[in-house]
């Protein structure tokens, strides 16, 4: 019985619940009532017989030892009603009715004051001693005929029965029908829930505002939702951020190591290439933990102080590779001697790496890289000779995988995924500072803002 209850839906736990907790209220309720009605009708009997009883002891005259009173005719069956009247053992009066009920009258002469019932013919029987001057003298039986009253009982017995079945099945239906519209929100956000995948994570239950029990689960679980999508992104943002940061990194160590396997070379070359394979590394570490500082919660980076010339050096060295392949010449303006940065060293240089990254893929053949100090910001600035970026793209090229008109309808990876400039703002952001896109007439020029190292 358990198992069996326990493998029934939650609706048709509840249709039980319902149709049991209903049914034992309408079987209560049929119950009493009909005990009520029965106790009542069979009261009203007896205190008719009781006042039949009395209304003949009144009416009954004695004179001179003679006992006399109205003589009443017709069958008990047609008047409903009939009395006897015995005096000293004696049939004083008698009315013409079944033998059955006149045996059951007689018995009672003599007895103490009480009721019968015959069943057989539906009638009820009242006994009660008659006195004379103190002595009894006789018994007087008064009889009602119990048909119409059976009848009664058994009707309303019937009907309540009836009235409660039919009820019962109405409750059923209707709250068959009630918990369908009630837990049609729940159904639909089951068959939702179980479509949903990490491509769709706008998806919601969006059942409007809460207004029950329903509606306020299903505001929670979208808040959840959000929730989880907000995390979900950041994985997904982080993946990919370390996956774009890696690959020059990556790419480097793959070129030195073809280099050094093309043929045989001398301990000194292969000892330059290990070291630059092992700052190539240091590279990938460091691009780690930036990316990882820059996840957190709190979205900051740790402050610092870093030479701005070396800053410039190490982004150059870092996109050497991708420079060359494009055919593209990185100059650098030397900046102010003793220009000082306000971060790390290594988090200036990934600020800064995928916005020249982003100029070495568009470029035609020229990348301008500059410093100056504007008040308490460094401005790095990245300039480029290629198609430059449409009015109404200058935010959208922040966003991630966002990609400008500049990179083509071919989704040529050559010309990046989108990334770079989104990660180098967040970079920059947590770094209390900013990556700008500045207006000129020809090409790109974008503009690093971070805080001077005091």
């Known amino acids: 019985m358990k198992r069996w209850f326990a493998r029934m839906g939650v609706r048709d736990r509840l249709l039980l619940a319902v149709l049991v907790t209903v049914a034992a209220a309408l079987v209560s309720m049929t119950v009493v009532f009909n005990f009520v009605l029965v106790t009542s009708l069979d009261a009203d009997v007896d205190q008719r017989l009781q006042a039949m009883a009395t209304d003949t002891s009144r009416s009954i005259r004695i004179s001179e030892g003679q006992v006399s009173l109205p003589r009443p005719s017709g069958d008990i069956k047609e008047l409903g009603s009939q009395v006897w009247v015995f005096v000293s053992g004696y049939t004083v009066t008698a009315p013409s009715v079944d033998p059955a009920v006149s045996d059951a009258a007689r018995q009672l002469d003599g007895q103490e004051a009480q009721f019968v019932d015959v069943s057989e013919q539906e009638v009820r029987l009242y006994g009660v001693p008659l006195y004379f001057e103190g002595e009894r003298i006789g018994t007087i039986v008064t009889g009602l005929s119990t048909s119409s009253y059976l009848q009664t009982k058994n009707v309303t017995l019937l009907g309540t029965v009836t009235f409660t079945a039919v009820l019962l099945i109405i409750v059923g239906f209707a709250g068959r029908w009630l918990l369908n519209s009630a837990f049609r929100p729940v159904v639909r956000m089951t068959a939702e829930a179980e479509a949903w995948s990490t491509e769709d994570l706008d998806r919601r239950f969006d059942l409007g505002p809460p207004h029950d029990e329903l509606t306020q689960l299903a505001s929670t679980l979208d808040g959840m939702l959000d929730r989880l999508a907000a995390s979900l ?6 993946s990919a951020e370390v996956s774009h940061q890696l690959r020059t990194p990556v790419a480097k160590i793959k070129a030195e190591a073809e280099l050094a396997l093309r043929r045989e070379r001398s301990s000194d070359y292969y000892h330059e290439a290990l070291e630059s394979v092992q700052r190539s590394a240091d590279q990938m570490a460091r691009t ?18 870093a030479d701005v010339w070396q800053v410039l050096a190490d982004v150059v060295s870092s996109i050497g590779v991708l420079a060359d392949q494009n055919s593209v010449e990185v100059r650098v303006r030397p900046p102010a001697r003793d220009l000082r940065v306000g971060v790390e060293r290594d988090i200036a240089a990934q600020i800064l790496q995928p916005v020249l990254e982003n100029a070495c893929r568009f470029a035609k053949s020229d990348v301008l890289l500059s410093a100056t100090r504007e008040g308490t910001e460094i401005h790095f600035v990245v300039e480029d000779d290629g198609p430059g970026v449409m009015d109404e793209e200058r935010e959208k090229i922040f966003e991630p995988g966002v990609r400008g008109s500049a ?48």
Not at 288 to 305: H, I, N, P, Q, W
Not at 410 to 432: C, F, T, Y
Not at 443 to 453: I, N, S
């Open 233 to 238: 992104r950041r994985e997904q943002r982080f």
């Open 288 to 305: 780690v933990e930036a990316l990882m500082a820059a996840s957190r919660k709190d979205g900051t980076l740790a402050r610092g102080r």
């Open 407 to 454: 990179a083509g309808n071919g989704g040529d990876p050559s010309r990046g995924m989108g990334l770079g400039l989104p990660l180098a703002r967040r970079l920059a952001r947590a770094a209390s500072g900013d990556v700008e896109l500045a207006t000129v007439e020809r090409g790109a020029r974008f503009v690093v803002r971070l805080p001077t190292g005091r």
